[in-house]
């Protein structure tokens, strides 16, 4: 398959990449359409492939023993999807991964991929920098659970959300609780009052801003 350098550009793990490198990843990438709704990847079963999101959106989960969901995150254009499971010794996959969307990632075989690490340096540098970035991201999750109120998290939840809106696609309360580890019923409340405040407007399970300083106030961000 040929590759276009839109294509690459989309990808930031790509965007840097040799020629060489690039050429070795077009030899071996296989585009999927994958339709809503979807179940790409099931948490604990043998890693056979990683896949690069060119459109679409995705929702990263794993589910405990009792049946309780935790939206780890969602992820949209240029990101991966289901490299860690490659490169732990175990080899399984660490998360189930949904589509939510009709979407089209680029699929690389665990085989092609432990090529490229061995024979590429820049993609493995490029791993590297992605790796970093994503550490930085769980530190400062880390750091919200701990320090900041459930109100204060999911200020700043609504506020990314409303940043970056290929993100904001029929979020759940139930998500957004799984995803600032709390309960629904904490997270209907405080967007009742929030609404009750004139900070934001729901309606048909989209939200919108109103007053944004006020907003930045309960995220702790001003």
């Excluded at 959106?57 to 780890?72: C, D």
């Excluded at 340096?121 to 659970?145: G, K, V």
Aim: hydrophobic share 45%.
């Amino acid at each position: 398959m040929s590759i276009k350098d839109s294509d690459f550009n989309a990808i930031p793990l790509f965007t840097q990449l040799s020629q060489e490198c690039r050429l070795r990843l077009s030899r071996v990438l296989i585009d999927r359409k994958i339709t809503a709704n979807r179940t790409l990847i099931i948490e604990n079963a043998p890693a056979k492939s990683c896949y690069f999101i060119i459109a679409g959106t995705f929702r990263v989960l794993r589910v405990n023993s009792e049946g309780r969901i935790q939206v780890l995150s969602r992820l949209s254009v240029g990101e991966p999807m289901n490299i860690i499971s490659l490169l732990l010794s175990e080899r399984v996959n660490q998360a189930t991964i949904e589509a939510l969307t009709e979407s089209i990632v680029f699929a690389l075989s665990a085989q092609d991929f432990y090529a490229l690490v061995a024979n590429c340096p820049d993609f493995a540098s490029s791993l590297l920098h992605h790796f970093a970035m994503r550490i930085s991201h769980m530190t400062s999750l880390a750091a919200d659970l701990s320090l900041l109120s459930v109100r204060s998290r999911l200020a700043r939840f609504l506020i990314s959300l409303a940043d970056e809106p290929e993100n904001a696609c029929d979020w759940t309360q139930d998500e957004i609780a799984a995803q600032l580890g709390t309960v629904r019923d904490v997270v209907g409340r405080i967007i009742r009052d929030f609404e009750s405040q004139g900070l934001i407007r729901r309606s048909r399970q989209q939200i919108t801003l109103l007053d944004r300083a006020a907003l930045f106030r309960e995220a702790s961000l001003d």
